[in-house]
């Protein structure tokens, strides 16, 4: 079940990349699009208490990305997994 943590961040510092495969690495995850507003666009997945936005940006930065996956309860390992397959 995905929830909110607030413990202190232990991943190290992602690269960023574009919002396309940003968007190609929640969707390989489950994660739908529900909606979009504006240029953030908002992905949910069921038993997940919230949602992961991403913004249409050329470079989504590492904190971003950190934040989605955190959300997601998403591994630094599994992210790097998702990464090798979205690019």
């Known amino acids: 079940m995905c929830r909110f943590r607030s413990s ?7 690269a960023p990349t574009s919002w396309h495969v940003q968007v ?33 940006h050329d470079e989504v930065s590492g904190m971003v990305i950190q934040s989605n996956m955190r959300t997601a309860e998403m591994s630094q390992a599994r992210y790097v997994e998702l990464l090798k397959r979205c690019k």
Do not use: Q, W
């Open 8 to 14: 202190p961040n232990s991943m190290s510092n992602l």
């Open 24 to 56: 190609a690495i929640f969707e390989a995850d489950g994660f739908a699009l529900a909606r979009t507003k504006g240029s953030h666009m908002v992905f949910t997945r069921e038993g997940c208490l919230r949602p992961v936005i991403i913004p249409k």
